[in-house]
Nanobody
Framework: QVQLVESGGGLVQPGGSLRLSCAAS????????MGWYRQGPGKQRELVAG???????NYADSVKGRFTISRDNAKNTVYLQMNSLKPEDTAVYYC???????????WGQGTQVTVSS
């Protein structure tokens, strides 16, 4: 059974930092591209950051220079370090695991991040 369990969300003031974690089980973690997506109020889900099995990363323009994605294959965990948070970063953040051939994708349950003073 595949499980992606996010943690680390919460309420933070503008300019603050949070680190999200996503612990994976039931998959061969090292082979998966891992990603963080978010869905804000009234918005579509969007990709925030991704990291391939080889460690290549990509980011949404809105978070470049502020967010950092990383992975620890020994712990089957992916992280999202979020700095200089803005109110527009408020969203439910979802962890995603993706394998291309054959295509398989899995989602976590989401963790709420609220940036507000």
């Amino acid at each position: 059974q595949v499980q992606l369990v996010e943690s680390g969300g919460g309420l933070v003031q503008p300019g603050g930092s949070l680190r999200l974690s996503c612990a994976a089980s039931g998959i061969f973690f090292v082979s998966y591209t891992m990603g963080w997506y978010r869905q804000g109020p009234g918005k579509q889900r969007e990709l925030v950051a991704g990291i391939t099995s080889r460690g290549s990363t990509n980011y949404a323009d809105s978070v470049k220079g502020r967010f950092t994605i990383s992975r620890d294959n020994a712990k089957n965990t992916v992280y999202l370090q979020m700095n200089s948070l803005k109110p527009e970063d408020t969203a439910v953040y979802y962890c995603n695991a993706d394998y291309p051939y054959p295509q398989r994708t899995y989602w976590g349950q989401g963790t709420q991040v609220t940036v507000s003073s």
